[in-house]
């Protein structure tokens, strides 16, 4: 029933921008920490960033400075700016929420079916 679904995704020149959204859907008691993942093609899923309740915000070291990731945690959702992008961010971006389903649950990891980002000249 708990659904995240990822948007925003497409094709981008070098040095271009795209904004990626994602929204949960469905019964739950709260959203702890919303993460963006991202996968190349035979290549490992890679950290991107990550954001907290309190807005506490990580990033994985290939995108420090260019990307920025936000919240809005009434509308359940997470973004992520991306700037200057590079042809090595091509990727396929999957959005991670960890929800908890009561209140008497542990955190457990949704993951959206991932949206495609594409940067070439």
């Known amino acids: 029933q708990i659904q995240v679904a990822e948007s925003g995704g497409g094709w981008v020149q070098p040095g271009g921008s795209l904004r990626l959204s994602c929204v949960a859907s469905?019964?739950?008691?709260?959203?702890?920490?919303m993460d963006w993942y991202r996968q190349a093609p035979g290549t490992e899923r890679e950290f991107v960033a990550s954001?907290?309740?309190?807005?506490?915000?990580m990033y994985g070291d290939a995108v420090k400075g260019r990307f920025t990731i936000s919240r809005d945690h009434a509308k359940k959702t997470v973004h992520l700016q991306m700037n200057s992008l590079q042809p090595n961010d091509t990727a396929v971006y999957y959005c991670n929420m960890e929800i908890r389903r009561t209140i008497f649950s542990f955190e457990e990891k949704y993951w959206g079916q991932g949206t495609q980002v594409t940067v070439s000249s």
């Open positions: 954001i907290s309740q309190s807005r506490r915000v």
């Open positions: 469905g019964d739950f008691h709260d959203i702890y920490d």
